[in-house]
């Protein structure tokens, strides 16, 4: 999966993402039905976004991103660690 951010000059707390899925890397598999993005302010509160798998438009609001996770939302089951004021980690756990 490749992405892309866009910012607007006009509103630079908005970025516009989008996706690239490669079939090359794994012919025949779907895509994801959807992404969720996790978009971290600098207190490192989360606001959770939910895009469709082509992309779509992410607000970061007035202080702007300080980081952000992505991962496809139609897993069974994703655990999100870490998540104060460092590294993040996203698992897929087989159920």
Do not use: K, Q
């Not at 910012?7 to 989008?18: G, K």
């Not at 490669?22 to 025949?28: A, Q």
Request: glycine residues 12%.
């Amino acid at each position: 999966m490749y992405f892309r951010l866009g910012h607007s000059r006009f509103e630079p707390e908005v970025a516009d993402i989008s996706f690239e899925w490669s079939v090359d890397d794994h012919p025949g598999a779907p895509s994801p039905e959807g992404i969720t993005v996790l978009v971290y302010d600098e207190s490192g509160r989360p606001t959770e976004v939910f895009l469709s798998p082509s992309g779509g438009s992410v607000n970061f609001g007035e202080g702007g991103v300080h980081s952000m996770l992505l991962y496809n939302n139609d897993t069974e089951s994703v655990i999100i660690s870490g998540e104060s004021h460092g590294p993040l980690t996203a698992d897929h756990l087989n159920c």
